[in-house]
C-alpha cells in the first residue's frame, strides 16, 4: 500500500490546481477520489500478478554444483535364464538364492556361509526337491542323480566339488563350484563362483563340467 500513496499525493495535488482553477471543489474532491482509486487498482493488480511469482521463484531449492549425485549400488544377479552357464553370486544376498533356468527347467539354488573352501547347497522342497554332491570328479566323467545320496535337506560343497539338483518338473541341474569368498575370513565380500548345466529332455546323467 506504500507505493498507492505516491498516486493519492498526485492525486490531491491535482484535486488543489483543480480547485483554484475552477472553484469547483466537489468536482475536484470526485476527479481526486477517481484518480487514488486508479492508482490503488493498480498497485493491486501488480502485486497479485508479480508477488506470487517471485515467491516461487524464491522457494525453488538451490541445486549446489559439483556435489556428486549418489548411485545405488547394483542389484545382484538373481537370475540366469539360461541352461548352462557360469554365475559369480553374493551368497549373502536375496536370501542366498540365485535362480537359474527358464520355464518348466527352473532351479532356485540356494547357499549360505560354512567357510572360504566350502558352501553350503540346499533344497528347498518346493521348486527344488532333491540335491546331492558328489565329491570332486574328473571332468567328463559320468555321474548320475539316482546314484548319489540324496536324502538330506543340505549338503556341504567344497570347491572342486559337483552339486545336483532335481526340480519339481522333473528336471536336473548340475553345478560346479569354482571358487568361494567369505567376508569373515579376509574376502571384501562373500561369494560362490561356479558353472552350470541342465539337461533340457529331462535325463539325470550327467558328464561333470570342467573344474
Request: net charge positive; no cysteine.
Amino acid at each position: 500500500m506504500s507505493k498507492a500513496i505516491f498516486h493519492v499525493i498526485p492525486a490531491l495535488a491535482g484535486a488543489v490546481f483543480w480547485w483554484r482553477v475552477t472553484g469547483q471543489l466537489a468536482g475536484a474532491g470526485i476527479a481526486a477520489l477517481a484518480v487514488a482509486f486508479a492508482g490503488i487498482l493498480v498497485i493491486f493488480l501488480w502485486k497479485l500478478v508479480h508477488v506470487p511469482a517471485q515467491m516461487h521463484r524464491e522457494a525453488r531449492p538451490v541445486i549446489p554444483v559439483g556435489r556428486p549425485t549418489r548411485v545405488q549400488p547394483t542389484k545382484p544377479l538373481l537370475l540366469q535364464q539360461s541352461q548352462n552357464g557360469r554365475i559369480l553370486f553374493d551368497y549373502s544376498t536375496n536370501d542366498g538364492t540365485v535362480t537359474v533356468g527358464v520355464g518348466p527347467s527352473l532351479f532356485p539354488l540356494k547357499f549360505s556361509k560354512a567357510s572360504d573352501r566350502a558352501i553350503h547347497f540346499y533344497r528347498d522342497g518346493s521348486a527344488v526337491v532333491g540335491v546331492a554332491r558328489v565329491k570332486n570328479p574328473k571332468p567328463k566323467s559320468r555321474m548320475a542323480f539316482g546314484d548319489q545320496d540324496s536324502s538330506s535337506r543340505v549338503y556341504t560343497l567344497e570347491i572342486g566339488d559337483v552339486g545336483l539338483a532335481e526340480n519339481s518338473s522333473g528336471f536336473f541341474l548340475q553345478l560346479r563350484i569354482h571358487a568361494i569368498s567369505d567376508d569373515t575370513r579376509g574376502h571384501e565380500a562373500d561369494s560362490v563362483d561356479f558353472s552350470y548345466s541342465i539337461n533340457g529332455d529331462g535325463s539325470s546323467d550327467f558328464e561333470a563340467l570342467d573344474r
